[in-house]
T-cell receptor
Framework: GAVVSQHPSWVICKSGTSVKIECRSLDFQATTMFWYRQFPKQSLMLMATSNEGSKATYEQGVEKDKFLINHASLTLSTLTVTSAHPEDSSFYIC????????????FGPGTRLTVT | GENVEQHPSTLSVQEGDSAVIKCTYSDSASNYFPWYKQELGKGPQLIIDIRSNVGEKKDQRIAVTLNKTAKHFSLHITETQPEDSAVYFCAAGRPGQNFVFGPGTRLSVLP
């Protein structure tokens, strides 16, 4: 299957600082990527849809000024958590859509963010 | 919008037995139903999927069935092994678009 990577795999930051998470499709070009957040023992909650070359579409209740998404190329989308607070601590996962064939969605390995 | 329910929330089986996880969806426009396996601290891994024009799909020990009329689909794992222990998520949507995920099933295969 297609490979999606995320960097970093885990990060600890202080409250009030910003953190950038990268999502890359390694062996295919993805015009669409999704960003999810997952709290312990819960399901994946969609935060936003990232389309290459256009503004991201955010789900209701997700602050677009706090969670900045940039999809500058067909293989890279970034999520920046600005002015992070402890309640932003979570597992952030991206996925990318393979544009050809059945358009399956493949997930990255996730990034564990801890805000102290 | 779409709403996906999943049962059971936890499932324990003996090694070698079968495991069945069931999901229901609400939006009749959904036509793509993937299943993902998530191990602790990792991202979800696509294990099998089915489209609405197919009633059943099988891949070795894993099979998925779909009943469009009743709006439910199921994951079947036969001859379970300890490495099958994980959280399994069903999802519903359309290819290339956002999915709505079920709440997950924690499967434990006991040796």
């Amino acid at each position: 299957g297609a490979v999606v990577s995320q960097h970093p795999s885990w990060v600890i930051c202080k409250s009030g600082t910003s953190v950038k998470i990268e999502c890359r499709s390694l062996d295919f070009q993805a015009t669409t990527m999704f960003w999810y957040r997952q709290f312990p023992k819960q399901s994946l909650m969609l935060m936003a849809t990232s389309n290459e070359g256009s503004k991201a579409t955010y789900e209701q209740g997700v602050e677009k000024d706090k969670f900045l998404i940039n999809h500058a190329s067909l293989t890279l989308s970034t999520l920046t958590v600005t002015s992070a607070h402890p309640e932003d601590s979570s597992f952030y996962i991206c996925s990318a859509v393979v544009p050809r064939g059945p358009a399956e969605q493949y997930f990255g390995p996730g990034t564990r963010l801890t805000v102290t | 919008g779409e709403n996906v329910e999943q049962h059971p929330s936890t499932l324990s089986v003996q090694e070698g037995d079968s495991a069945v996880i069931k999901c229901t969806y609400s939006d009749s426009a959904s036509n793509y139903f993937p299943w993902y396996k998530q191990e602790l601290g990792k991202g979800p891994q696509l294990i099998i999927d089915i489209r609405s024009n197919v009633g059943e799909k099988k891949d070795q020990r894993i099979a998925v069935t779909l009943n469009k009329t009743a709006k439910h689909f199921s994951l079947h794992i036969t001859e379970t092994q300890p490495e099958d222990s994980a959280v399994y998520f069903c999802a519903a949507g359309r290819p290339g678009q956002n999915f709505v995920f079920g709440p997950g099933t924690r499967l434990s295969v006991l040796p």
